[in-house]
């Protein structure tokens, strides 16, 4: 009886510890953009399902252009200057987004590749621009000769 409830016991640890070990780095939360279609992206993406070991170990980069062919999207040229940074907030994890090229386009499509404590996966995201509600109003006509 004893050796069942220890047979048991030593295959629920394993269990567990396979289903830890196939557990995904981290899942891709809310986004949160603040910026607009023709500007520089500025975005934070929530960083969700986090382990306490991966917190300081998190690296997350833009996955491969063969990633992008795969999936047949094209990858846009404003992320080849994407930055990203994770940074917590209010006790939670978020990845910082930001380009110095615009975004020209109403969507981004976004393939991470996340890695921490030995593990490593690909997320996908898509972020929504919208056009700024206030534009800059247009540059005013320089003045010809006659008017000068």
Same mark, same amino acid.
């Given at each position: 009886m004893q050796?069942?409830?220890?047979?048991?016991s030593?295959?629920? $640890?394993? $269990?567990?510890?396979?289903?830890?070990?196939?557990a995904p780095a981290a899942e891709l939360g809310d986004i949160a953009v603040r910026s607009y279609i023709g500007q520089?992206?500025?975005a934070d993406i929530e =960083?969700?399902?986090l382990a306490p070991d991966e917190?300081?170990? =998190?690296?997350?980069?833009? #996955?491969?252009?063969?990633v992008?062919?795969?999936?047949?999207?094209?990858?846009?040229?404003?992320?080849?200057?994407?930055?990203?940074?994770?940074?917590?907030?209010?006790?939670?994890?978020?990845l910082h987004l930001t380009t110095t090229r615009a975004i020209d386009a109403e969507y981004v499509h976004l393939f991470l590749e996340l890695s921490?404590? $030995?593990?490593?996966?690909?997320r996908a995201a898509?972020?929504?621009?919208? #056009?700024?509600p206030n534009p800059a109003p247009p540059p005013l006509p320089a003045p010809t000769a006659a008017q000068a």
């Amino acid at each position: 009886m004893q050796r069942n409830t220890l047979l048991t016991s030593i295959l629920a $640890g394993a $269990g567990a510890l396979l289903l830890a070990a196939a557990a995904p780095a981290a899942e891709l939360g809310d986004i949160a953009v603040r910026s607009y279609i023709g500007q520089p992206l500025a975005a934070d993406i929530e =960083l969700v399902q986090l382990a306490p070991d991966e917190v300081s170990a =998190l690296q997350v980069r833009l #996955a491969q252009q063969d990633v992008y062919r795969g999936a047949n999207i094209s990858m846009n040229p404003a992320l080849g200057s994407l930055h990203m940074t994770v940074v917590r907030r209010d006790g939670r994890q978020f990845l910082h987004l930001t380009t110095t090229r615009a975004i020209d386009a109403e969507y981004v499509h976004l393939f991470l590749e996340l890695s921490a404590a $030995g593990r490593q996966d690909v997320r996908a995201a898509t972020v929504w621009l919208q #056009a700024d509600p206030n534009p800059a109003p247009p540059p005013l006509p320089a003045p010809t000769a006659a008017q000068a």
